[in-house]
């Protein structure tokens, strides 16, 4: 086919002619070369080039652009006699304070002559090279000219060339073939390394035999490309989409000699597999799963899902186990008596669990345990001491805050970024199948939503009966949970649902008294931080005053951690002082407690309180432990109206209602009349303001604040009281009885009035000192309440009541 007549061009521009050894700035590039006749719009960040480009004020300055190859361009040396590129400044944009974007116009070749290390940048002395086409060249250059075009052609019909217009701007200028060699390098993809070589070659005939060999071998490797392809298409033209690309990849991996061998991926899983010793039920599934490995290719990303996965179900333990099911008692007992102080009711039940374990030769069974109570009780740490004592592996797994279920059952392989729950990553830590898994903070998982709902997925995990074919949605194989022994544990028991709740057996932890804490800090606390500090006993000395003193002034809540914090401050202090060079020991009492920590945070505990009116001490329960809750009564001039405030919820404002109601009806009783009511406007208060409020266990002390506001009889406030009264004025029980009964016993109380109910279950693991000090009162109405709480008329004082009906009294008060 002929080709169309060539069309008429003007002549190019002349290039401007820089005068032999006149120095110019120099812009130093890395990842760009420029060649004649390209205009390109260049950013850069280097300090020296953006000085240099700052500097150009005037459009159409003369720069030389130099390219360095090596791995930093503080090094000029090795420019001289080298062959760069005489520019103009066309236009300058500065994108960022950094940065500057200058746009050059490469008009021919110069030679670096010297370059002068100046500041801010560079200049360079260079001579222009003239580009010139011999007559006797003319016929060699235009034929590798025509070569050149006639690859590009071909890589452009084959979709090699991504930008057609490259190809348009090469063409128009085949009738010269120097400048056709440089834009070629420039527009069709040519490396870094290969651009400058064009650059460098000033005999236009060697550079035009450059760009051939590369364009050529482009050419070459795209045919290859072709053929393999061709001839994949040609074999499974009959067959599926699967094998047309299974086939295709076969035919790509013969032709680059990449086939996957013996030693490959797929080989080595499979015999990982046969070694592992898998059951059979997982192995068949882990062939299958290799079985499609092996046709899938590796750059695709369900080869790396299935490589992943296989990973993690060789990683699970399916056999492994810690040993023996033999667990001696005894030395768990002394484990947890050598680790923990008091808690004897959870130590005795923890020991006819492991009892039972061991008769059913260590199959887990009946429900699981759940250690309920403040924070900084020892919840968790008394797993940590059975695992030991059994032997065994321990992992923590902390629930709270999940909402998702996939967190305990796992994602399906489906999702991005897919990986099992947190159970059977626990297992996977754990390296056995029977570790003891402490379940942390069960209470505060969240009850579901659109992600679907954890604390049912635990339900399964939980149950004895069923954990054995547990369901990971992620390894989508059944695994058996049974051999793990679980512990949980949890701040608030109600919290939890009731399904779930269902399967856990609760053992209370309600808190310390100060007795306990100072030995606890003997024994485990102040011989622990003293080593985490790097001191000793003959650095600082306590006393039995002084940790009591601690623990009444300024650390009153139920656990351990801010009696703990409190000590670790002042061991903090020693080690300061220490290490500047104060030697001797600390002796501590009250006053030079006070002078390290400051005031106290808690006042003193009244040894006796004055009886007010409207004014009575409840006990409430929180989650970290008991607390002391006055509650005010006050009658003034009114309608009749009833003021509420505290920040209540409704169960506690029903309350409310429901003592007025009561009062109303024993009003001639405890001496109040019908006017009274009608005009007197009655103002209930519960502080704190700002914490919220919500429960029926403050009915009796509610009852009895609003009948002393109305009658104006004082209520005796050496004594707390809790339980719900109905309109009847019937106590029933409440929850949390223990922990305010040691509340009122940390704030100094002399009695407790307890519903009847509550003092029948909640009385038998008291500590002694408890015992000891307070006296403990069953109520099965509120006129009882009334008529030991609230004084007749005209009293300021209590008055002595017979102690015979004390369930729990006083050693003090046993005389009749």
């Given at each position: 086919?002929?080709?169309?007549?060539?069309r008429?061009?003007?002549p190019?521009?002349a290039?401007?002619?820089?005068?032999?050894?006149?120095p110019?700035?120099?812009l130093?590039l890395?990842?760009?070369?420029?060649?004649?006749?390209?205009?390109?719009?260049?950013?850069?960040g280097?300090p020296?080039?953006v000085?240099?480009?700052?500097?150009?004020?005037?459009p159409?300055a003369?720069?030389?652009?130099?390219?360095?190859?090596?791995?930093?361009d503080r090094d000029?040396?090795?420019?001289?006699s080298?062959?760069?590129?005489?520019c103009?400044?066309?236009?300058?944009?500065d994108?960022?304070?950094e940065t500057v974007?200058l746009?050059?116009?490469?008009?021919?070749?110069v030679r670096?002559e010297?370059?002068?290390e100046?500041?801010p940048?560079?200049?360079?002395?260079?001579?222009p090279?003239?580009e010139h086409?011999?007559?006797?060249?003319d016929?060699?250059?235009?034929?590798l000219?025509?070569?050149?075009?006639?690859?590009?052609?071909?890589?452009s019909?084959s979709g090699a060339?991504?930008?057609p217009?490259?190809l348009t701007?090469?063409?128009g200028?085949?009738?010269?073939?120097?400048?056709?060699?440089?834009?070629?390098?420039a527009?069709?993809?040519?490396r870094?390394?290969?651009?400058?070589?064009?650059l460098?070659?000033v005999?236009v005939?060697e550079?035009?035999?450059?760009?051939v060999?590369?364009?050529?071998?482009e050419?070459?490797?795209?045919r290859?490309v072709?053929?393999?392809?061709k001839d994949?298409?040609g074999?499974?033209?009959?067959?599926?989409?699967?094998?047309f690309?299974?086939?295709?990849?076969?035919?790509i991996q013969?032709e680059l000699?990449?086939?996957?061998g013996?030693?490959g991926?797929?080989?080595e899983?499979?015999r990982r597999i046969e070694?592992a010793?898998?059951?059979e039920?997982?192995?068949?599934?882990a062939?299958r799963?290799?079985?499609?490995?092996?046709?899938?290719p590796?750059?695709?990303?369900?080869?790396?899902v299935?490589?992943s996965?296989l990973?993690?179900?060789?990683a699970?333990?399916?056999?492994?186990?810690?040993g023996?099911?033999?667990v001696?008692?005894d030395?768990?007992?002394?484990?947890?008596?050598?680790?923990?102080w008091g808690?004897r009711?959870?130590?005795?039940?923890?020991l006819?669990?492991?009892?039972?374990q061991q008769?059913?030769?260590?199959?887990?069974?009946?429900?699981i345990?759940?250690f309920?109570?403040?924070?900084?009780?020892?919840k968790?740490?008394l797993?940590e001491?059975?695992a030991?004592?059994m032997?065994?592996?321990?992992e923590?797994?902390?629930?709270?805050g999940?909402?998702?279920?996939a967190?305990?059952?796992?994602?399906?392989r489906?999702y991005?970024?897919?990986?099992?729950g947190?159970?059977a990553?626990?297992?996977?830590r754990?390296?056995?199948?029977?570790?003891?898994l402490?379940?942390?903070?069960?209470d505060?998982m969240?009850?579901?939503?659109?992600t679907?709902?954890?604390?049912a997925?635990?339900?399964?995990?939980?149950?004895?009966?069923?954990?054995h074919?547990?369901?990971?949605?992620y390894?989508?194989?059944?695994?058996?949970l049974?051999g793990?022994?679980?512990?949980?544990?949890a701040?608030?028991?109600?919290?939890?649902p009731?399904?779930l709740?269902d399967?856990?057996e609760?053992?209370?932890i309600?808190?310390y008294?100060?007795?306990e804490?100072i030995e606890?800090a003997w024994?485990y606390?102040l011989?622990?931080?003293?080593?985490?500090?790097?001191?000793?006993?003959l650095?600082v000395?306590?006393?039995?005053?002084?940790?009591?003193?601690l623990?009444s002034?300024?650390?009153?809540?139920a656990?351990?951690?801010?009696?703990?914090?409190q000590?670790?401050?002042?061991?903090r202090?020693r080690?300061?002082r220490?290490?500047d060079?104060?030697?001797?020991a600390?002796?501590?009492?009250?006053?030079?407690?006070?002078?390290?920590?400051?005031?106290?945070l808690?006042p003193?505990?009244?040894?006796e309180?004055e009886?007010?009116?409207?004014?009575?001490?409840?006990l409430?329960w929180?989650?970290?432990?008991?607390?002391?809750?006055?509650?005010?009564?006050l009658a003034?001039?009114?309608?009749g109206?009833l003021?509420?405030t505290?920040?209540?919820g409704d169960?506690?404002?029903?309350?409310?209602?429901?003592?007025?109601?009561y009062?109303?009806?024993?009003?001639?009783d405890i001496g109040?009349?019908?006017d009274?009511?009608?005009h007197s406007d009655?103002h209930?208060h519960?502080?704190?303001?700002a914490?919220?409020k919500?429960g029926?266990?403050?009915?009796v002390a509610?009852?009895l604040?609003i009948?002393?506001?109305?009658?104006?009889?004082a209520?005796r406030?050496d004594?707390?009281?809790?339980?719900e009264?109905t309109?009847?004025?019937?106590?029933l029980e409440v929850g949390?009885a223990k922990?305010k009964?040691?509340?009122a016993y940390r704030?100094g109380?002399?009695?407790?009035?307890l519903?009847?109910?509550n003092?029948e279950?909640?009385?038998?693991?008291?500590p002694?000192?408890?015992?000891a000090?307070?006296?403990?009162?069953?109520v099965r109405?509120?006129?009882?309440v009334?008529?030991r709480?609230?004084?007749?008329?005209g009293?300021?004082?209590?008055?002595v009541?017979?102690?015979d009906e004390?369930?729990?009294?006083?050693a003090?008060a046993a005389?009749?």
């Open positions: 086919m002929a080709r169309a007549p060539r008429p061009k003007s190019p521009a290039a401007p002619k820089p005068a032999a050894h006149e110019l700035p120099l130093v890395r990842s760009t070369v420029l060649v004649p006749g390209q205009t390109l719009a260049v950013q850069m280097s020296r080039n000085a240099l480009a700052r500097s150009l004020t005037v159409g003369d720069v030389v652009v130099a390219v360095v190859l090596g791995p930093s000029l040396s090795g420019l001289e080298r062959i760069a590129v005489h103009r400044a066309r236009e300058r944009h994108p960022t304070s974007q746009t050059l116009l490469a008009a021919g070749r670096i010297a370059v002068h100046t500041t940048y560079p200049h360079a002395t260079v001579s090279i003239a086409e011999d007559a006797e060249h016929f060699v250059a235009r034929e000219a025509a070569r050149v075009l006639a690859a590009a052609d071909e890589l019909e060339i991504a930008d217009a490259a701007v090469i063409r200028h085949d009738d010269a073939p120097g400048r056709l060699a440089d834009l070629t390098a527009y069709l993809g040519f870094v390394e290969d651009r400058d070589e064009v460098q070659r005999d005939v550079r035009l035999r450059f760009v060999s590369r364009l050529e071998k050419v070459d490797r795209v290859v072709g053929d393999v392809m994949a298409r074999r499974v033209e009959r067959h599926q989409r699967e094998f690309l299974r086939q295709q990849l076969r035919a013969a000699g990449e086939g996957d013996e030693g991926d797929a080989a899983l499979a070694e010793n898998l059951p039920a997982v192995a068949r599934e062939r799963e290799v079985s499609r490995l092996k046709s899938l590796a750059a695709s990303s369900e080869h790396q299935l490589r996965y990973d993690w179900v060789l699970m333990p399916w056999i492994r186990r810690t023996g099911d033999t001696r008692l030395v768990v007992e002394t484990a947890l008596d050598a680790q923990h808690l009711e959870a130590k005795e039940r923890i006819e669990h492991l009892a039972v008769l059913r030769g260590g199959e887990p069974t009946g429900p345990l759940c309920v109570g403040p924070p900084g009780t020892g968790t740490s797993g001491a059975i030991r004592a032997e065994r592996k321990f923590r797994v902390s629930v709270g999940v909402r998702d279920e967190e305990i059952r796992g994602h399906r489906t991005v970024g897919a990986m099992p947190r159970i990553q626990a297992l996977r754990a390296e056995v199948r029977d570790p003891v402490m379940i942390d903070e069960i505060k969240s009850p579901g939503g659109a679907g709902d954890p604390t997925a635990m339900l399964e995990v939980l149950d004895p009966a069923h954990n074919t547990f369901a990971d949605h390894l989508n194989l059944p695994l058996d049974s793990v022994l679980f512990l949980c544990t701040n608030n028991l109600f919290d939890i009731a399904p709740r399967r856990l609760v053992i209370r309600a808190g008294t100060a007795e804490k606890i024994r606390s011989p622990r931080l003293f080593a985490e500090h790097g001191l000793s006993d650095d000395q306590f006393t039995d005053e002084v940790l009591v003193y623990a002034r300024y650390a009153r809540e656990g351990l951690r801010n009696f703990e914090r000590l670790a401050r002042i061991l202090k080690a300061r220490k290490a060079g104060e030697l001797g600390w002796i501590l009492d009250a006053g030079r407690v006070e002078e390290l920590l400051g005031p106290p808690h003193e505990p009244e040894t309180f009886p007010a009116v409207g004014a009575v001490t409840g409430a929180t989650a970290e432990g008991g607390d002391l809750m006055t509650i005010e009564a003034i001039p009114g309608r109206k003021m509420v505290g920040q209540l169960v506690m404002r029903e309350s409310v209602d429901a003592a007025l109601s009062v109303r009806s024993r009003a001639r109040v009349t019908d009274q009511f009608r009655l209930v519960f502080p704190a303001g914490v919220p919500d029926p266990s403050a009915g509610v009852t604040a009948a002393s506001a109305l009658s104006g009889r209520v406030r004594m707390a009281m809790t339980g009264v309109l009847r004025g019937r106590i949390g922990e009964i040691l509340a704030g109380l002399k009695e407790v009035l519903p009847a109910l003092a279950q909640d009385l038998r693991d008291l002694p000192e408890v015992r000090r307070i006296t403990l009162r069953a109405s509120m006129d009882e009334l008529a709480a609230l004084l007749p008329a009293h300021s004082t209590a008055v009541i017979d102690d004390a369930l729990v009294r006083p003090t005389t009749d």
